[in-house]
């Protein structure tokens, strides 16, 4: 099968540009001295993920209970959960932990610690914890320079119920940057913060075994990571529209796009009807901050090749619309023809599919199925 | 089960808001003398549509040929789908017409027209069509002031393949208004292209059975739909704040919301992390230009009640943020309590869901699940 043959909407995965992203960043990872544990949500397969961890140690990054669920069925068995976890989720969390190598839970406030360790204590199990930081996103995770911090991994690290990891930071700050000088910064920070807080830990006699960081921006830029153990980038396996705007990529790097039809012609706007909308692209704004008319992504011909001048200007529910700056040649793109687009952000486009065809060159190698829920 | 015993990030769906909404609807449909065919893609199950369609003549709409295909083999019988068809869909989209009373298909070019033409007498078959009219929303459709959008109407008319059933329109424009008396004004643009067009079609020999419209903004104000034989509004089902916000309907109509659960607590930046994000809630930036603060939904306590001075200020994948306008009081809020989010766009949050849990109050009493894919 062809790519020409597939039903549209259909998410491609371009096979050789993944494997030449996770052969990249393993060398990265090797050539700053740090273990990668990559993050699998972007894509959410095993075939995926066992590609991320070929050459590495094998533990890998979710996003969701479900995602742990799922790779821990398919063979995986050192997995970090890096979202804080409900305790409505602990039980079963528990239960996932007892079946594995490792199962590392992130915690960020002493009501969380408290409710994960009664739920160890309850079940008579040690469970894997890290102290989320925050080191400038202000998403999730607590203020290294809050003498609480430091209290609640003392407390962590002092529990019988508990096996403290060390510490976990996400500088999705990297996102907003505008050029990769700007990101070098962010990664210096973020190395920075989590190395000092690592540092006034272990003075304080807290045993750190995991200095954990990890964007894909800061990891596509990073020239040293003295005192980092570990990195969890995700999207590099794919990369999109928004990781090319702001300097992580090449746009010959994207391993993902949409494959779409052209459903309608309108050439007195300039403009192509698509038979993709929001459910197969995402309404992520993309990198505005770059291009304030970014639109919802990169319009590419079928075979990959970016057009140049064609946004994607409107998204409605099942429609979507692509605009050119320039007049339509008579003829082109004729209802029916295909468009292949690279999405903003790559991890909500890919979630809104069911299955990726994968792809070398126009061939249809393979077809991979995600995790999906939570 | 009970409202606080799911699992989240939850789907719900208020079976007593959403029975008020289509018994209202059915109203407006009845006092305006036009048939109900209602679009289902808002939430694509079985189960809602099949209250969508009491006391009305049995037809629906929906947004994709999978959809045509699930709310076929449910029993559904009269089906238009409403988005210009792909010319690579058609051999399916035959065979269903052939299962089917009746299927109608969408055309707003010459080309496409050519195409349902040529597929309908290869197979022997009659394939009824719409032709597509762009009233003001310029997404598809013809423009009905062309002398080239009447030589269609009357090349599909004339075709012994095909059965023209009429004229279809939607007036997506009605989601930019700011007021009801804005929308009101574009229902009333929206019937007066189309009655006038129909009548241009009928003075020129082309008989048009039926004239189509409908967006549930524009249903939620018509005072008069003369000329009118038809309308297919969906997201009434359920509404959402957009919907809300732009004034065709009360928040407390709002039938669908999703369930949370407060993981991370952040009294110095007055914000709460909650365990769904833009794969729960949708990154649909919502009613801007009505209110450019409007952020990522409504946020409401468990049971449904919306605190004031909350926003959802930032969704990642899997993370959401909501921000008090106020200081979070002493133990408000604490890790694992739960919140309702109403999110901005319904159609685009329910289907990233698997199932819906239905209840009314505080109790679950159903689960349904939607079509998905194209």
Redesign the interface.
């Known amino acids: 099968m062809r790519v020409g043959d597939l039903?549209?909407?259909a998410a491609l995965i371009d096979l050789d540009a993944l494997e030449r992203n996770v052969a990249r960043m393993g060398a990265t990872a090797a050539h700053l001295g740090v273990r990668l544990r990559p993050h699998v949500?972007t894509h959410k397969t095993l075939e995926g993920a066992r590609i991320q961890v070929r050459g590495q140690f094998g533990g890998i990054t979710v996003?969701?209970l479900a995602e742990a669920v799922f790779f821990a069925a398919g063979g995986f068995s050192d997995i970090t959960y890096a979202?804080?976890?409900?305790?409505?989720?602990l039980a079963e969390a528990a239960d996932l932990a007892g079946r594995l190598d490792r199962f590392n839970l992130l915690v960020?406030?002493s009501?969380?610690a408290a409710?994960v360790e009664a739920c160890a204590r309850e079940r008579g199990v040690v469970l894997s914890v890290f102290l989320k930081v925050d080191c400038g996103y202000?998403?999730?995770g607590v203020?290294p320079e809050h003498a609480e911090s430091a209290a609640l991994a003392a407390r962590l690290a002092a529990s019988p119920h508990l096996d403290f990891r060390g510490i976990l930071t996400h500088a999705?700050q990297s996102y907003h940057c505008r050029t990769a000088d700007e990101i070098r910064a962010v990664a210096a920070h973020e190395r920075d913060v989590m190395a000092a807080f690592a540092g006034r830990l272990r003075a304080a006699g807290v045993r750190v075994d995991e200095v954990s960081v990890g964007s894909t921006p800061t990891l596509a830029v990073a020239a040293d990571l003295t005192g980092i153990t570990e990195v969890r980038p995700g999207n590099y396996a794919f990369f999109d529209a928004t990781q090319a705007a702001i300097g992580s990529c090449a746009l010959a790097d994207v391993a993902f796009s949409v494959l779409l039809?052209v459903?309608?012609?309108?050439p007195?706007?300039r403009e192509l009807?698509l038979?993709?909308g929001?459910?197969?692209l995402?309404?992520?704004?993309g990198p505005v901050h770059v291009d304030p008319a970014c639109g919802y992504g990169i319009v590419c011909a079928a075979g990959g090749e970016p057009l140049p001048g064609w946004r994607v200007v409107?998204l409605?529910?099942?429609?979507g619309?692509a605009r050119s700056a320039q007049p339509l040649p008579t003829g082109s793109f004729?209802?029916?023809s295909l468009l292949r687009i690279v999405p903003n952000?790559s991890?909500?486009a890919a979630?809104?599919f069911?299955r990726y065809a994968v792809v070398r060159g126009d061939l249809v190698v393979d077809e991979w199925c995600p995790a999906?829920?939570?």
Chains 1, 2 share one sequence.
């Open positions: 039903r549209t909407p949500k996003s969701t979202v804080p976890v409900a305790p409505a989720k960020d406030h009501d969380a409710a202000h998403r999730a203020d999705g039809t459903i309608g012609r309108y007195e706007r009807l038979d993709g929001a459910l197969a995402s309404k992520d704004p409107s409605s529910q099942e429609h619309l004729p209802i029916g952000h991890c909500l979630a809104l069911e999906r829920g939570w």
